[in-house]
């Protein structure tokens, strides 16, 4: 495909906006460890209630939303999450934030009233509160996980192409994750252990569109060895833009069909996952051999 416009020369332009976008998400996660939280942490995290209850019923999404204005109606506060549980998906759990024993109570009592439980708690199934601590745990886990899935992906860019290749890949997976978190700010989703899949999967799905963009280069490189890099590369982003272009909109028709249709509780998951999709094609598109290019001009003087 002939370049319409000049990608690499304007990477100071797309680099601002990508900055911007990340910004948000990286104030969020440097002010954590000095107290300030700008995250809806939900219970996974930040320790609280949970309650579940065997409804002897389906809990599709008209139960769960009684259920919903049925807690926040005796205990005042609306809760992190709503979902059924379960074989056959007739528990109901609860998730909140930390509430004292008499309104738990208060909460038992109403449930059984209102849909003829056991009043002897047997369809009382949890009534517990998670520890911070537990929290802290899962957050450990959570970062240990990323930084062992892109370290392990850096050692194997820089096999299959060179170090500098496996830089510029690591910076995008990176930003797509910062712009994943300034979304769980901006529109307060509750952050959770779906957001640990959620990351994950946005890691795997931008290393290969950066991949595709990457082996393009190179093999336009050995058939143009007297030619600037920046412009095999260039020619490269634009020769792959098509497939990725095609592969971000077949992949959003399906996780956006989920979030259209889905309960609340997949919509929390799939709206970060969509976000994260859109920024791996930006960066591999607009970022990823920019990145290439800059890293090899600072780090190394020889061709591949």
Known sequence: MKPKFPILKNFKIFGIISIL???TGLVALIALPFGQNFFNLSIDFAGGTEMEFNLHKTV???????????FQEVTGVDPSSVTSSGDSNENVLIRSTSID???????????????????DGKDLYNNNDVSPSVGSDLQRAAFL????AIVLMLIYITIRFELTSGLAAVTCLI???????????WFQIPLDTGFIAAALT??????????????RIRENLRVARKEPFEEV???????TMGR???TTLTTLFTVGMIFVLGVPSLKQFTLPLIVGIVAGAWSSIMLSASFWSFYRKHFRKKRI
């Open 202 to 215: 946005i890691l795997g799905y931008s290393i290969n569109a950066s991949i595709i963009v990457f082996d």
């Open 244 to 246: 990725t272009i095609n």
């Open 145 to 148: 996980c990323a930084v062992v």
């Open 60 to 70: 599709d999404q008209t139960v769960q939303t009684e259920v919903r204005e049925l």
């Open 233 to 239: 590369a260039e020619r490269s982003v634009w020769q």
């Open 175 to 185: 930003h797509d994750l910062l712009i994943m978190l300034s979304v769980y700010v």
């Open 101 to 119: 024993s008499e309104k738990r109570a208060a909460v038992i009592d109403k449930m059984v009233e209102t849909y003829s439980l056991d009043k």
């Open 21 to 23: 976008l990340c910004a």
